[in-house]
């Protein structure tokens, strides 16, 4: 029995197999119009479903691929747009160093502010040039807001700087007024920021005034923005004031600095947004904005006091006519003899009552 249907399958398979040789023979041989007509009605009949799985494979595939990538884009976009925002700061730091570099009259070498292991708190900062860039001790660096701090030590590729945080930065500075000198130092409290110390006891300076180095001392040129006085720390009565100054520059966000070589003379010019002029002209606006505030306060107090004289006029006036009618006296009334008495019924009023006369003797006899 078994082996009866294994003989039948075997026989099926056999003339399946003729048959579809018999088919390719005959596509192989036939023409090629027959070929591509008996295709083209296979697959839109027998291998219709197959084509259509194909063809949805095929776009899943597809689908699949452009996913892959607008997902990298995606992703690529994001990295992109996180790092935006410090590539345009940095950018716009390194055009203002590039302006500051232009102003400059003085020798410089451009340094970028490397990583360093440990930790300083900003007291000190590691430069990518050295020497060999003729970068020595005692040589100042500033940035495109001021004063950053001076060369500490030097090596061959590489140098160290003492920022203003360090506790022995010291400068000679006076106010851009010119009315008050001393010398800027970290703050004694240790809160991050600056003194302006020695200033005289009788040279008050007002809040928001900018302070310059003045170029004593032989380190430091003349006119590098150093801070801006916030406020006063304490004082000593007749001798002297100290002033908390706000940095100009701030060591910890400065990514590239520029080191002065050999500077000399005045560099006011080099920092037109600190300078002196534009310290002095804000200053001259300021004074001008209060004036005419003040004006414009006194206009207004005039304006008031003429409104407050004119009510206080209009109101003596009215208290004055009220015045002037409480007192007035009414009118008497004459009244007329005939019309004060009564006149009563049967009685004939005085004044038509004519004036009694003696009776004559014959008037009494009659």
Known sequence: MGSA?????????????????GLSLFGLFSPASWGQGISAGLRETVLWPLVWLQVRAEEGKTSRVRLRAITAQRDSASYLAQGLPSLLAENERLRQLLSLSRRLRTRYVAA???????????????LSVGSREGVSAFDPVVAPEGLVGVVLNVGDRSSIVMTWAHPEFRVSAFTVSGNAAGVVAPSAAGEGGLEFRGVPYRDSVPVGTLVLSSGLGGVYPKGIPVGTVTGVVREQAGWERVYRLLPAANPGSAAHVLVLIAPAGDLARAFPSDSALQAQRLDSLERLRVADSVAQAARDARVRRTDSLAAIRRRTDSLAAIRRDTTRVPPRRVVRPDTAAAVQPGTVPPSRVSPSKPAAPGDTAR
């Not at 970028?112 to 900062?125: K, N, W």
Request: hydrophobic residues 35%; glycine residues 4%; aromatic residues 6%.
């Open 112 to 126: 970028e502010v490397l990583h360093q292991s440990q930790a300083t708190d900003g007291r000190t900062l590691l």
């Open 5 to 21: 249907s294994e003989r039948s399958y075997t026989r099926r398979d056999t003339v399946l197999f003729l048959v579809c040789l």
